[in-house]
């Protein structure tokens, strides 16, 4: 096969009819649900949001769930909650969506990036001890694409230093660490419900905690009306009854699309783990990794094109793909122009960040799709790789 062959440049793509990378599972159980709320004309916060929010609470294993308008409002508000003050420094891993750090500069907090490991992409534990000073207030763990970060060691830190810990679960709803559910083991733990999520409410979020105290604050914290006689600034970050009527649909089938998504993961694996230069997502022994994308990352040294050549290349085949949290978070020009980070400290996020591609994994995918991405990957990998 010459490159030729690549429909990049003029051959046959493996996949005439595109492969979307993600695509919400939406069945006529969220329809119907949000049929009989708008039926019953009570369509603000209600009865389903709050019942959303008990089973919500019930499945991660909290005391306390709290539906808000977006996952960067839960992060916003979980940082009000514990009191987080300007000045201080929350540790954040350096590969992350810019609401993250923009969360924290919301409050007036310095957002340290942290590097990352080169096996989960995750906060590293070594880099991180070292970044925690007497300045730090909090950290925020990601559990990146939905492999749990290394939740022991960092609560170990927690108790050492002092400082809370965040998890954010944007991308890991039903992932587990060591058999319990991520979002149950910090002071807060935050989840996105937007549309290319494991589960949907087309936009929202969700804050969940133990402590009674800052699920007490939180709800003060999104209803600015109903904090009219508390000395408190708050915000209007409500969802609807519209919004919760769908995720109720979507929690009932969380497991079952989660099951799909690593099936599917697993048969990519199966076929790709042999490609010479690409690595496939790792997985830790004690985690429950729920795919909300599957990785891969092509050695540089390996191939004759870039990552994005490859991507286009891929692209062009049928596959579409994502590249994702590039550049790394320090590397951000609002960030990188106010603080001056010294690049020499992320060297992993940055070759992370210049080297990974996730290919689609969502449970909509049948398996003639997940065959198609297979030999559309090998393809044009085969006509890259030096």
Known sequence: MDIEDLALFGGEPVRKTPISLSKPFITQEEIDN?????????????????????????????????????????????????????????????????????????????????????????????????????????????????????????????????????EDCAQAHGAEYKGKKVGSFGDIGIFSTYATKNMTTGEGGILVTNRREIAKKVRFLRDQDKSSNIPILAYNYKITDIEAAIGLAQLNKLDKLNAQRISNAMLLSSHLKDIDGVKIPFISNYVKHVFHRYTLFFEPQRFKGS???????????????????????????????????????????????????????????????????????KKVTMQYCK
């Not at 369509?43 to 294993?61: H, S, T």
């Not at 992060?75 to 992350?96: F, M, Q, R």
């Not at 992409?121 to 749990?148: D, M, Q």
Request: aromatic share 10%; charged share 20%.
């Open 307 to 377: 990552r994005d050549e490859l991507a286009s290349a891929l692209e062009a085949e049928g596959i579409k793909n994502g590249i994702l949290y590039t550049p790394p978070a320090h590397r951000y020009p609002y960030y990188h122009k106010k603080y001056n980070f010294n690049n020499k400290q992320f060297e992993n996020a940055d070759l992370i960040s210049k080297s990974i591609l996730s290919i689609p994994v969502h449970p909509n995918l049948e398996k003639q799709d997940l065959i198609d991405i297979v030999n559309a990957t």
């Open 34 to 166: 949000v049929i009989e709320v708008l039926r019953s004309n009570w369509i603000v916060q209600g009865p389903r949001v709050e019942e959303f929010e008990n089973n919500f609470a019930e499945y991660v294993g909290t005391e306390y769930a709290i539906a808000v308008s977006s996952g960067s409002a839960a992060l916003h508000l979980a940082l009000l909650s514990i009191g987080v003050k300007p000045n201080t420094e929350v540790l954040i891993p350096d590969i992350t969506c810019i609401s993250v750090p923009n969360a924290v500069s919301y409050v007036g907090a310095f957002p340290r990036f942290v590097d990352v490991n080169m096996n989960t992409y995750n906060i590293s534990l070594e880099a991180l001890e070292r970044n925690i000073s007497n300045k730090t207030s909090a950290v925020i763990p990601i559990h990146l694409y939905g492999h749990p970060a290394s939740l022991d060691e960092i609560l170990d830190l927690s108790n050492k230093y002092g400082f809370f810990v965040i």
